[in-house]
């Protein structure tokens, strides 16, 4: 018998990360993986021990040695929890340089970025053309993108550490993340059942009593269903299971997650008309948030413009793996009314 691929998952517990945590689960080699999971929650940690059979360590993202430990153990390790903890990351890498040290393995690390690496600063004014669409195939226009890009001082690190060949790095890249899981995890209370981006407008819509948009909502941003963003991230891992060749890593290890893309004012449109069918407004026409609605409904001014911006990408790296996102822009706007529904009744 060969020995079993060992796995450590950080994110188990949240809304992506539970998703692909899901896929591990059922995935058709699951006999052959020996997953290690970080949770905060003990109650959470024993139903993932007893019942779905993971190893579980308690711990946070402040137990640095704990992770190099967890990282150093294991041959690949999924990030799904934190993309702009520099010390988080940097305790994984020291344990996977550590175990290529000891062992001469060259371990795996999928790492969750997020296409906010390539936004602009729009707020709303306009929509960005064409020329700003950053292609996950173009190494230069990913070469180019500016160090104090969000998110993108940790992918340097990890960049770095797949430059010096310690590791094999793969970057996961979604867009806006949509759509309620509905897989085993959510079913037994373990993970987050929602993103960022989307509930934020609903629940800055639902105290304003009527959508919300920053600017004129002009600017556009792709979007991934939570689903399909899972299978990216096995579609990726199986890859690098079965013909890592294929699979591009470091620069060439950029894979965005899109199928279509919204305007701002699009999505603020189908919160309103959700609004309007629900009986909590009685227009469903967006209008723009004032300097103060910002800095109620959002944790600071600068993070509310994120809500403004142009985000533009293609996933054609991921795609010629054989990625086929089933979900569409159609799909998005479907999804909003179920959850305004559901913060209503929070």
């Known amino acids: 018998m060969s020995a079993k691929t060992t796995i450590f998952l950080t994110g188990a517990t949240g809304y992506v990360g539970g998703t692909v945590l899901a896929r591990l689960l059922n995935h058709p080699e699951r006999k052959n993986f020996d997953i290690t999971v970080l949770v905060r929650d003990e109650a959470k940690a024993k139903i993932l021990s007893t019942k779905f059979g993971l190893n579980t360590v308690i711990g946070t993202h402040q137990d640095l040695d704990k ?18 903890d520099e010390q988080f990351t940097g305790a994984i890498l020291k344990g996977l340089k550590n175990r290529n040290t000891k062992t001469g393995d060259v371990p795996i690390l999928i790492h969750t970025t997020g296409s906010a690496i390539v936004m602009d ?94 600017g004129a909502g002009k600017a556009i941003w792709p979007a991934i269903h939570v689903d399909d963003t899972a299978e990216l991230f096995i579609t990726l891992f199986d890859t690098i299971l079965k013909k890592p060749e294929a699979a591009g890593h470091g620069w ?7 199928n279509g893309e919204y305007t701002w004012y699009q999505l603020a449109k189908a919160i309103g008309q959700a609004l309007v069918e629900l009986g909590v407004a009685s227009d469903p026409e967006p209008t723009t948030f004032t300097h103060e609605e910002l800095l109620k409904y959002f944790p600071t001014l600068e993070f509310a413009y994120v809500w403004g911006t142009n985000c533009r990408v293609r996933a054609s790296r991921a795609r010629a793996l054989g990625w086929k996102p089933k979900y569409t822009t159609e799909d998005l706007f479907k999804s909003v009314k179920p959850e305004v529904e559901t913060f209503l009744r929070k």
Do not use: C, W
Not at 73 to 83: K, L, M
Not at 185 to 214: D, E, F, W, Y
């Open 67 to 84: 992770i190099a430990s967890l990282a150093e153990a294991a041959h690949i390790v999924f990030n799904i929890s934190n993309a702009d």
């Open 252 to 258: 060439e290890g950029f894979y965005n997650g899109e």
């Open 121 to 214: 600063d729009a707020r709303g004014a306009y929509a960005a053309g064409p020329e700003t669409i950053f292609d996950d195939l173009d190494v230069e226009k990913a070469k180019a993108i500016p160090p104090t890009a969000l998110h993108h001082s940790v992918d340097l690190l990890i960049l770095d550490a797949d430059t010096q060949g310690y590791i094999r790095g793969y970057l996961v890249n979604p867009s806006t993340i949509y759509g309620a899981p509905t897989h085993e995890l959510v079913a037994a209370g373990i993970t987050n059942t929602h993103s960022i981006q989307i509930p934020v407008l609903i629940q800055a819509a639902l105290a304003r009593k009527r959508a919300g948009m920053v």
